[in-house]
């Protein structure tokens, strides 16, 4: 998908209280970023941001980061987040392939919303559920692992389902309609989420975890 491009997303992402703009400098000091020790939540790939938003409005009691590497959609939620006070969210402009550069053995969940399925095979260590990328993760997290995955695309969940599987991960929930069968009925909509919906296409789910 061709992205278009924002006049002034730049500068605009960049003068915003939310992004941090060298997380490296955080790695293992996140808690001082928030002045609290409280459980620190990252969405890879938070689009236009309306899932990460809405979690930090209504969880105040966890840190939110929403990460995504594209300005012309990470400014779509700093437009959102206009006159609003959320002490609890900050955003980071990255690529993940380079995620255990920012983070170290801080975070207590990980957020897969939608990503990007690269279909192709010679893709496969792009994918975000990929061997590569669950090594990745490994030094991210605090304790126990857990990963929440949400997608429209079969193919990429079947996938996943393995990925996880083959690496250790135990699948705590699981669905293949997300609105049928009601699983989450806290669930919070991503952007692309409302949108297959609407479409009545369904929404794969899984919660996954592994032992420390």
Known sequence: MRLKNVKGAK???ESSSYLLLNPEEY???FH???ENEHPLHIEIGMGKGNFIIENAKRYPE???IGIEKFDSVIVRAIDKLQDI???NLRLIRMDASHIENVF????DTIYLNFSDPWPKNRHEERRLTSTPFLTRYDSLFRGDYRIKMKTDNRKLFEYSLI???NYGYELS???LNLYEDELIKDNIATEYESKFVSLGKPIYFVEVTKKK
């Open 62 to 64: 966890i840190n939110f």
């Open 163 to 165: 990925s996880f599987t």
């Open 27 to 29: 790695k293992g000091h």
């Open 11 to 13: 500068e605009k992402i």
């Open 173 to 175: 929930k699981l669905s």
């Open 32 to 34: 001082d970023v928030f």
């Open 104 to 107: 170290d053995h801080e975070v």
């Open 85 to 87: 006070d959320l002490p």
